[in-house]
């Protein structure tokens, strides 16, 4: 009998898709992990897991404890499923910017939310600063620090690394991620690096991070702005440090919205906007390498989390972000 224990169970091993429409505008198989088939619908539930774990086994976390995040979302609605499967309390910051559908999802889910302005790191009411104060004030709590613990990016060491490199038999030429936390791109690739050296394991960011200079030429230096939600960054984290990056592409707010109507549209795929900026590097480095090669970047959630902002025609339009498709 193949069943599953809990939700907990049901975290991982999800499908690697072929992205049939871009797979054939390249001549390279563009394959995109499901993460959105996590039972928390996000790539976070695997973080979320092994960030609960860490801590119970190092007896941090006691029965009846509460979880602290700071979190753009994903991450809090991960923990959040978690804690209700475990027992424990669960304690979100999040910064007001965000969709207001991961934030009714947070306290449907029953977690505690408080939102605050969205302020840069080096401010003392970031978020994330904020819910390691929060939590530091706190009886029997922990602080998850996605960011900065590196649990985070061992969950994608021995799970999702693994899994790609099982589904694609060893025949991966490339790995493309967003960072956030760092945490998926950090252990997918170490895991991939160790298996063959020659892989290039290459960083999508979105407009307004610092990461993509960083990369370039050692600086973190951002420039513009972006509508995508939970990547980019203007520091390196923990989970980031000792990564191999063989290089950077960055992809703007245009071509990570055509990119997510064409999933939509020509593949089914029903995704969000950090999908768009995934997917749209992974697109321009098929093209830099050429066709007949394998290149594996990650579904992170689906657009139902993103309804009211970029499916909707009226916001996009305001943004200038319409894509071709939507116009008249």
């Given at each position: 009998?193949d069943?599953k224990n809990?939700?907990?169970?049901t975290?991982?091993?999800t499908?690697?898709?072929?992205?049939?429409?871009?797979?054939?505008?390249t001549?390279c198989?563009i394959l995109?992990k499901?993460?959105?088939?996590?039972p928390?619908g996000?790539?976070?539930?695997?973080?979320?897991?092994?960030?609960?774990?860490d801590a119970e086994?190092?007896?941090?976390?006691?029965p009846?404890?509460?979880?602290?995040e700071g979190?753009?979302?994903?991450?809090g609605?991960?923990?959040?499923?978690?804690c209700?499967?475990?027992?424990y309390?669960?304690?979100?910051?999040?910064p007001e910017?965000?969709s207001?559908?991961?934030?009714?999802?947070?306290?449907t889910?029953g977690?505690?939310?408080?939102?605050?302005?969205?302020?840069?790191y080096r401010d003392?009411?970031?978020?994330v600063?904020?819910?390691?104060?929060?939590?530091?004030?706190?009886e029997?709590a922990?602080w998850?620090?996605q960011?900065?613990?590196?649990?985070?990016?061992?969950?994608?060491y021995e799970?999702?690394g693994p899994e790609i490199?099982?589904q694609t038999?060893?025949?991966v030429?490339?790995?493309?991620?967003?960072?956030?936390t760092?945490?998926?791109?950090?252990?997918v690739?170490?895991?991939?690096?160790?298996?063959?050296?020659?892989?290039?394991?290459?960083?999508?960011d979105?407009m307004g991070?610092g990461?993509y200079s960083?990369?370039?030429?050692?600086e973190?230096?951002?420039?513009?702005?972006?509508?995508?939600?939970?990547?980019g960054?203007?520091?390196?984290?923990?989970?980031?440090?000792?990564?191999?990056?063989?290089?950077?592409?960055?992809?703007?707010d245009?071509?990570?919205?055509r990119?997510?109507?064409?999933?939509?549209e020509?593949?089914g795929?029903?995704?969000?906007?950090?999908?768009?900026?995934?997917v749209?590097?992974?697109?321009?480095?098929?093209?830099?390498?050429?066709?007949?090669?394998?290149i594996?970047?990650?579904?992170?959630?689906?657009g139902?989390?993103?309804?009211?902002?970029?499916?909707?025609?009226?916001?996009?339009q305001e943004?200038g972000?319409?894509?071709?498709s939507?116009?008249g």
């Amino acid at each position: 009998m193949d069943i599953k224990n809990g939700f907990v169970g049901t975290v991982g091993n999800t499908p690697l898709i072929r992205l049939n429409s871009f797979s054939e505008e390249t001549g390279c198989e563009i394959l995109g992990k499901a993460e959105f088939l996590n039972p928390g619908g996000s790539v976070k539930d695997r973080a979320a897991f092994y960030i609960i774990k860490d801590a119970e086994e190092k007896g941090l976390l006691k029965p009846g404890g509460t979880v602290v995040e700071g979190t753009a979302g994903n991450t809090g609605i991960g923990l959040a499923h978690i804690c209700n499967a475990k027992g424990y309390k669960c304690l979100i910051i999040i910064p007001e910017t965000q969709s207001q559908e991961k934030i009714d999802l947070l306290r449907t889910l029953g977690a505690e939310v408080r939102t605050v302005p969205a302020v840069p790191y080096r401010d003392p009411n970031n978020y994330v600063k904020l819910s390691g104060r929060t939590a530091s004030e706190m009886e029997n709590a922990i602080w998850a620090n996605q960011f900065d613990n590196l649990a985070n990016r061992i969950a994608h060491y021995e799970t999702t690394g693994p899994e790609i490199w099982e589904q694609t038999e060893g025949k991966v030429d490339a790995w493309v991620a967003a960072t956030g936390t760092g945490g998926t791109f950090a252990g997918v690739s170490l895991y991939l690096k160790e298996k063959n050296p020659n892989l290039k394991a290459v960083l999508a960011d979105p407009m307004g991070s610092g990461l993509y200079s960083y990369v370039k030429t050692g600086e973190i230096n951002t420039e513009g702005s972006s509508i995508t939600e939970g990547i980019g960054n203007s520091r390196v984290t923990a989970n980031m440090e000792d990564v191999p990056i063989d290089d950077a592409i960055q992809v703007d707010d245009v071509e990570a919205v055509r990119v997510v109507y064409q999933l939509l549209e020509k593949d089914g795929l029903f995704m969000g906007g950090s999908v768009g900026i995934n997917v749209g590097a992974t697109v321009a480095l098929a093209k830099q390498m050429g066709p007949g090669h394998t290149i594996v970047t990650v579904l992170c959630d689906s657009g139902t989390r993103y309804q009211s902002k970029l499916f909707n025609r009226e916001w996009l339009q305001e943004k200038g972000l319409l894509p071709t498709s939507e116009v008249g």
